[in-house]
């Protein structure tokens, strides 16, 4: 079973929007990351923030962690067609041997 | 340098039957994981090795086994292959001090695997 859930599950936008995706998950964590997957293959590691950081960014992503609310959102602004990907959180836990993922938002950028 | 590396890219197997995945890290990790991501769903967690010791594993049954090699490669091993276990099987490595894999993780390209 997951831990996390992705909201929305499906996103569409134009080329130049941008793309907010939000995760939630259920147990304390030591850092919360996003993860990008295109057509089902490899995963490749985006960005990390940890338990005790409220925000972060990197180059046209920010992401912002509320583990009051066991929440996180990933902003990927002024979107390019080259976004279009499956998009994945992933809770790192605090024994430090696992990562626990979402089910993931499907982005389509249009161009 | 290469990336994490993982055969076959694509296996087909009939019920019943056993499969040998593998997977070679990225020169100078030490820690290897295994995920196992069904189709429109996140990857879930099955094995992490590190230094050829288990560390960790997830809610897989027995069927499921794995080993990591001194050269640090390590192999999935799956028995009795069950419909269910059709999936993109994931190895990442991590260079995380003491094998700790909670952190940023290094994913292969995956081995798709189909049981008929």
């Known amino acids: 079973s997951q831990q996390g859930e992705e909201d929305p599950q499906a996103l569409s936008i134009q080329e130049g929007e941008n793309a907010t995706m939000n995760c939630s998950y259920k147990?304390?964590?030591?850092?919360l990351q996003w993860y990008r997957q295109n057509s089902g293959r490899g995963l490749v590691h985006l960005i990390l923030?940890?338990?005790?950081?409220r925000e972060k960014h990197s180059g046209r992503l920010r992401v912002t962690l509320d583990t009051s609310k066991k929440s996180s959102s990933l902003l990927i602004t002024a979107s390019r067609a080259a976004d279009t990907a499956s998009y994945f959180c992933?809770?790192?836990?605090?024994?430090?041997?696992?990562?626990?993922f979402g089910g993931g938002t499907r982005l389509m950028v249009k161009p | 340098d290469a990336g994490v590396t993982q055969s076959p890219t694509h296996l087909i197997k009939t019920r019943g039957q056993h499969v040998t995945l593998r997977c070679s890290p990225i020169?100078?990790?030490?820690?290897v994981s295994w995920y196992q991501q069904v189709l429109g769903q996140g990857p879930q967690f099955i094995f992490q090795?590190?230094?050829?010791?288990?560390?960790g594993r997830g809610n897989f049954p027995d069927r499921f086994s794995a080993r990591q090699f001194p050269n640090y490669s390590s192999e999935l091993n799956v028995n009795a292959l069950l419909l269910g276990d059709s999936a993109l099987y994931l190895c990442?490595?991590?260079?995380?001090?003491?094998?700790?894999?909670?952190?940023?993780?290094?994913f292969g390209s995956g081995t798709q695997l189909s049981v008929l």
């Open positions: 147990t304390s964590i030591n850092n």
């Open positions: 020169s100078g990790h030490k820690s």
């Open positions: 090795y590190y230094e050829k010791e288990e560390r």
């Open positions: 990442a490595s991590s260079g995380g001090l003491s094998g700790r894999t909670n952190e940023k993780l290094f």
């Open positions: 992933a809770q790192g836990n605090n024994a430090g041997n696992m990562l626990t």
């Open positions: 923030i940890r338990s005790n950081e």
